[in-house]
T-cell receptor, first 111, second 115 residues
Framework: GQQVMQIPQYQHVQEGEDFTTYCNSS?????IQWYKQRPGGHPVFLIQ?????EVKKQKRLTFQFGEAKKNSSLHITATQTTDVGTYFC???????????FGAGTTVTVRA | EPEVTQTPSHQVTQMGQEVILRCVPI?????FYWYRQILGQKVEFLVS????????KSEIFDDQFSVERPDGSNFTLKIRSTKLEDSAMYFC?????????????FGPGTRLTVL
């Protein structure tokens, strides 16, 4: 079945630095979504990417969907303490109706 | 802002007992989901539900699991005979349109502890 892999598993970042988390699917995706889960919280939708090569920005967050629609990345610039949490990508395979979540990247920030 | 609600927030049960986890999806949403997250691990899809029937389920969702929409607002997940490995956070989610084609709104979760 479809597998979605995400790296790194953990990211320790100095406040103000940038970082990137990467997501790779074993199969071509129809779309990919990103969710953020704060410690002790539930996943909250951030964004959805649908088109090949699509790039979307939300303030300091930049999301990218690969040309082959098999990979995606989330880049955060000037990390803040409010960015702490686990970022999950979730892919929808072609001809499928269920999201497959990656293992998540857990971000901690050093002030 | 409308939100998905779940009850109880924490359920403790003995192995072999039946549990029912309850969810109230957002009122105009048509698609409902249950996910499981074992502590420290990723979110795992269990089942999706539309038009009063299961539209998709994962290999985790075996005969011990069932879902129901008993009335116009509630969506329940029943585990018939709980096992230790069923201990996890269970999230309900809902969306306006199908599957991953749209934002899914997650509830706060029910933490199930099986002793």
């Amino acid at each position: 079945g479809q597998q979605v892999m995400q790296i790194p598993q953990y990211q320790h970042v100095q406040e103000g630095e940038d970082f990137t988390t990467y997501c790779n699917s074993s199969t071509t995706l129809s779309n990919i979504q990103w969710y953020k889960q704060r410690p002790g919280g539930h996943p909250v939708f951030l964004i959805q990417l649908v088109k090949s090569g699509e790039v979307k920005k939300q303030k300091r967050l930049t999301f990218q969907f690969g040309e082959a629609k098999k990979n995606s990345s989330l880049h955060i610039t000037a990390t803040q303490t409010t960015d702490v949490g686990t970022y999950f990508c979730a892919g929808l395979a072609l001809y499928d109706y269920k999201l497959s979540f990656g293992a998540g990247t857990t971000v901690t920030v050093r002030a | 802002e409308p939100e998905v609600t779940q009850t109880p927030s924490h359920q403790v049960t003995q192995m072999g007992q039946e549990v029912i986890l309850r969810c109230v999806p957002i009122s105009n949403h048509l698609y409902f989901y249950w996910y499981r997250q074992i502590l420290g691990q990723k979110v795992e899809f269990l089942v999706s539900f539309y038009n009063n029937e299961i539209s998709e389920k994962s290999e985790i969702f075996d005969d011990q699991f069932s879902v129901e929409r008993p009335d116009g607002s509630n969506f329940t997940l029943k585990i018939r005979s709980t096992k230790l490995e069923d201990s996890a956070m269970y999230f309900c989610a809902s969306s306006v349109v199908a599957g991953g084609d749209n934002e899914q709104f997650f509830g706060p979760g029910t933490r199930l502890t099986v002793l």
